[in-house]
């Protein structure tokens, strides 16, 4: 029992000191121009006399200390015998920074945290310091003796007595920092030399007059209660809402009309208990916004920009964990307007604008809704080079861009993928971008507006709901249950008869409907739950729902009615699945789970991908333990004329499809404009004189394979792409030996497909023999590793034409093997694939360059997995050179360079 | 001699308790909202008088047969740091109060699909109580 109350006597204790920080900071930070009055100076420090105090009661040592150094250079200044000036405010708010710090990590060993240490040994002796040097240039001793000592040069004293304030506080600090290697950054900020110069003594007496606001106002009026309370009695309360919603049913069906007024009476008074209580859990949304006072600063003093924050509305009401909630969004959209908005001075002043930049946050209720807006008179957002860069990023096609409006383009900046490492200065780039504003806005049920004047101004709205805690939402129900989604996400519900002319089309096996001329891709509700969907469906409910990226139709049994619900919070284990955001219980008492919109769509994405894996795995042999060796090849199907051919998806760069009339025929080569460029046309019908049986003319569209090799690319013009198969079977080679082609597969339909062999056709049609005329300089003998058969030929052709004996293993395990029984002089060069069965490419890396007789021998990785952080694998498990498949020329250059290099 | 009150009840004939501090109440079979694509031994979500809890089928989490004769599903609710539980058992015992002479640790032949959620066994006159943690089965579940 008293475990529990010393627990919540803690819990009072962590609260106050948030409180008192909180306090102090907003005090600080608003004060710099305008000084502080006595009263709010006496206020200050008895504060952190308070924190001081309380800190010691519970133990913490580290804050008793930091608190007794920052009242003890409070001391002189609250007597107005020392200015408290922005050198001395930037010290206190690091050491409250400090004090933050130990107080989110209670559990923290002082002792043995030597970051912490070295922190607190760095500031503490710096307040004294700064008391000490104003002491010595005020011509005033320090009576008190002061707590810390350790780690204060005695020659750096001697330099503060004899330089005259500032100067003595700016070279002194310097050196101070190099016998304390390593500063941590809170501390570092001190030293920053552009600060206001320090006013002298004789000037100080003046600056403290000024009357100021009471910051300290008594609340002696309010009580504090734990949030889990408020919560508890929200959830009675909606409780009680819901007994009320029957209460109300049953009275009208009963003929008392007495009992009919005393529900009408309950009624009133349950609105109105509602009412206050969601009132209970409100907080003026001020206590985000002062904490954004000194965000600016900082950043102004980073960034060396001159920004004015306003801030209105602070006292606007808004739900608890709805503010904490929108903390980080809000903080990263300040920071984005103080860093990439606003422009620094100089050009500021070159485009005739005020010096000074000024961001405006303004928050006010609206139909029900919060708004936030964060208005800045910045750069604003340029839609050409935001073009610009979502193409370079690959957020979007180049093609689609230009279809885009002005508007539409600066929304660009919500992609995932839009803000990433170029920007990262320390500032905005934190690995966040504004797709991830929008998700956790979204998230919440809010929404994020845009609108922005390139060369005037940003502003970005928040429509944020006032409460989690009671939420319109659409009752719907799928095989048999019922669910609850929020109003917010729905965008309109549709009714598609297919007996009425209403059409449901599959494409690539999925359902999709033309909505305006719009697809919009369908879930069905049950498919994702895993319950089976009614076959013969004729009718299908569709809610039409808005995620962050993007809207889709989830296919529901029936819509049923719209009710304000309570949510109702899942247990965590439940929330896995992430389908669902919470529960509530309907009028009739029993339970419906809350459907998580952008969680459901995920799920429907991530259980198609799922099925699919399984389709690989089940080839997988048991003793398998690699990540993901797939041994499957998938296939582009392409028509040409009446024949159906195989190209390896992997060498396929894009599909394309071009109009005929388009073509340029240039020196006997035919050509289309592609991408700002040309792209050489292959007729593949021609090239492998595919006899025109049918007699049937081309259509005018044709589509085309892009093929990407040697970094060009070219485009093999067919005359229809079928689709994507996946088949297990390797390539079998010569049933039908023909130029161009490599040979035949089975497709798991029985039907077997001809391979084009891509690059041979390209290289016939180009008429110039790439492969084949580089040569190895140095004959070795190279171990391949390669589990795919079609990969292997190439390979193996590749070497053998550059003049290289190639011995073939089939993964990781038999290659190692293999190096094993041949011994360490036999291979000169080991060439592997990473994904392979058994033993995957990396492990075979790290367990060839462990052993001491292979490790010179030099390993270059031929994959398909090219992203970046395969590649850190890659190297990190010992490749020398980590290329991409079928790059033949690049390969060859590299085994050139390797072996001339290495031995 | 210091001693320990548990809540007893069983599945499948098996003799289990919980430290009866944790039980909130016992209720009769309730109706359940099936969560899904949610582990088996998630029997679904029941309406507490407007809280929710989460109800656990013991006889699918410990992965004994199926009994179709005591299917009652009476439901054990315990507190816990985070959501309710409902432990779904066939039969409610008494409370019982054993001294701590009684405890043994859980045997290592117990079923490891069993012994991961027990802290030990008391052993009683006639009986052996099997003592479920709901610490560990809440660390299990999450």
């Known amino acids: 029992m008293s475990k529990t109350v010393q627990e919540s006597a803690m819990q009072e204790f962590f609260a106050e000191c948030d409180e008192i920080i909180q306090r102090l900071t907003q005090v600080l930070t608003s004060m710099e121009e305008n000084n502080l009055s006595q009263d709010a100076m006496d206020a200050l420090y008895r504060d952190v006399h308070t924190l001081k105090g309380s800190a010691q009661l519970f133990g913490f040592v580290g804050i008793g200390t930091i608190s007794h150094a920052l009242e003890s250079c409070l001391e002189p200044v609250r007597q107005g015998r020392m200015k408290l000036d922005p050198i001395l405010v930037d010290l206190v708010l690091s050491c409250l920074d400090l004090i933050s710090f130990i107080l989110q990590n209670p559990h923290t060993d002082l002792e043995k945290d030597s970051e912490l240490q070295m922190k607190m040994g760095i500031l503490i002796p710096k307040l004294v310091d700064r008391a000490t040097a104003k002491f010595e240039a005020g011509k005033t001793l320090l009576h008190e003796s002061l707590p810390s000592d350790e780690g204060k040069p005695v020659a750096e004293i001697h330099l503060i007595e004899e330089l005259p304030e500032p100067r003595a506080e700016k ?61 508890k009695l929200m959830n009675l309360v909606g409780e009680m809402v819901l007994t009320r919603n029957q209460v109300l049913q049953y009275a009208r069906l009963n003929e008392d009309n007495e009992f009919f007024k005393l529900t009408q009476r309950l009624d009133l008074v349950t609105s109105e208990l509602q009412d206050n209580v969601m009132r209970t859990r409100m907080q003026p949304i001020g206590s985000i916004f002062s904490k954004f006072q000194r965000v600016v600063r900082d950043l102004c003093r980073d960034l060396n920009k001159n920004i004015e924050l306003v801030v209105a509305g602070a006292d606007t009401e808004l739900d608890k964990s709805l503010i904490e909630a929108i903390k980080d969004p809000l903080t990263h959209i300040v920071r984005n307007s103080c860093d990439h908005g606003i422009e620094i001075p100089s050009v500021r002043k070159s485009l005739g604008k005020n010096e000074q930049g000024k961001l405006s946050l303004k928050a006010y209720h609206e139909g029900g809704q919060m708004i936030i807006e964060i208005h800045d008179d910045g750069g604003g957002l340029d839609p050409a080079r935001i073009r610009d860069k979502a193409i370079q990023k690959r957020v979007i096609s180049a093609e689609k861009a230009a279809t885009l ?94 007996d009425e002319g209403g059409k449901i089309e599959k494409l690539q096996g999925q359902s999709v409907y033309r909505l305006r001329d719009q697809l919009l891709p369908l879930v069905d509700c049950n498919e994702v739950m895993g319950n089976s969907s009614p076959a013969d469906r004729r009718v299908f409910n569709i809610v039409v729902l808005n995620s962050a990226t993007h809207s889709y139709g989830l296919v529901v049994d029936e819509i049923r009615d719209t009710a304000d619900i309570v949510v109702k919070p899942l247990p965590t284990f439940l929330k896995k699945a992430e389908m669902f955001s919470g529960a509530t219980i309907m009028g009739d008492g029993s339970v419906a789970l809350i459907v998580d919109t ?38 582009l199907l392409v028509r040409i004329k009446t024949e159906t051919f195989a190209v390896p998806l992997v060498l396929v760069h894009r599909l394309e499809e071009f109009d005929r009339q388009s073509f340029d025929h240039s020196s006997g080569e035919l050509l289309v404009k592609y991408r700002g460029g040309l792209l050489p046309l292959i007729e593949v019908q021609e090239l492998l004189n595919i006899p025109n ?77 790439i492969e084949g005329n580089k040569k190895v300089m140095k004959k070795v003998k190279v171990l391949l590793a390669e589990d795919t058969m079609f990969f292997v030929k190439r390979i193996v052709k590749v070497l053998t034409d550059a003049g290289l004996e190639v011995t073939h293993a089939p993964d990781g395990q038999a290659a190692f093997q293999t190096l094993q029984d041949m011994g360490p002089n036999y291979f000169g060069l080991i060439v592997s694939d990473i994904e392979m069965p058994k ?35 890659g190297f990190q498990s010992g490749f020398d050179r980590y290329l991409e498949k079928l790059q033949s020329d690049e390969l060859i250059d590299t085994i050139n360079g390797i072996m001339g290099v290495k031995r | 001699m210091s001693t320990n009150q548990f809540s007893t009840f069983r ?10 501090k944790l039980v909130q109440e016992i209720t009769q079979a309730m109706p359940l909202t099936r969560v899904p694509l949610a582990p088996e031994y998630v029997s679904g979500l029941i309406n507490l008088r407007g809280q929710i809890a989460t109800a656990i089928g013991l006889r699918e989490l410990f992965q004994l047969a199926s009994d179709e004769e005591k299917l009652k599903g009476i439901n054990v609710i315990c507190r816990t740091e985070g959501p309710l539980l409902a432990l779904v058992v066939d ?17 290592d032949t117990v079923a490891p699909e069993v012994a991961q959620f027990m802290s030990g066994v008391y052993k009683l006159p006639n009986e052996i109580l099997s003592i479920i943690d709901i610490q560990k089965l809440i660390q299990f579940l999450n």
């Open chain 2, 11 to 20: 599945v499948n004939d098996r003799f289990y308790g919980v430290n009866v």
């Open chain 1, 693 to 769: 049986e049918d007699g049937s003319t081309k259509g005018n569209v044709c589509p085309v394979v892009v093929i990407s090799k040697n970094n060009r690319a070219y485009g093999l013009a067919v005359d229809e792409i079928i689709d994507i198969t996946q088949t297990e079977n390797d390539i079998v080679a010569h049933i039908r030996p023909k130029d161009g082609l490599l040979g035949t597969v089975i497709a798991p339909s029985g039907v077997i497909l001809t391979v084009i062999d891509t690059y041979a056709i390209i290289n016939k049609a180009i008429g110039v023999e």
């Open chain 1, 598 to 635: 952008e969680g459901m769509y995920d799920h429907a994405l991530g259980a198609r991908r799922d099925a699919h894996a399984n389709k690989n795995d089940t080839k997988e042999s048991a003793n398998t333990n690699n990540d993901s060796s797939v041994t499957t090849t998938e296939y």
């Open chain 1, 171 to 231: 070279e002194a600090l310097p050196q101070q920092s190099s016998i304390h290697p390593g500063l941590a950054e809170s501390v570092a900020l001190v030293e920053e030399p552009k600060l206001a110069p320090v006013t002298s003594p004789s000037a100080r007496k003046n600056t403290m007059e000024k009357p100021q606001e009471d910051h300290s106002s008594s609340e002696s009026n309010s009580i504090r209660v734990q949030v889990s309370l408020l919560d």
């Open chain 2, 91 to 107: 039969e409610i015992g008494d409370v019982l109060e054993v001294e701590d002479t009684a405890f043994e640790p859980t045997p």
């Open chain 1, 839 to 873: 033993m995957n490419g990396y492990q075979f890396a790290m367990k060839v360059k462990s052993e001491e007789q292979f490790k010179n021998i030099p390993m270059i990785a031929l994959t398909t997995k090219f992203r970046e952080v395969d590649q850190e694998k």
């Open chain 1, 405 to 498: 409006t002005d508007a539409q383009a600066q929304e660009l900046i919500f992609m995932p993928g839009f803000s990433t490492a170029e920007q990262v200065s320390s500032v905005s780039g934190r690995g966040v971008g504004m797709d991830v504003v929008k998700t956790n806005i979204s998230k919440i049920g809010g929404v994020v507006e845009l609108e922005s004047v390139p060369k005037q101004y940003t502003k970005i709205r928040l429509r944020i709901p006032l409460t989690l805690a009671i939420v319109p939402a659409m009752i719907v129900s799928s095989a048999g249950e019922s669910f609850a989604i929020p109003q917010v996400k729905l965008q309109e519900l549709l009714r598609v008869d297919l």
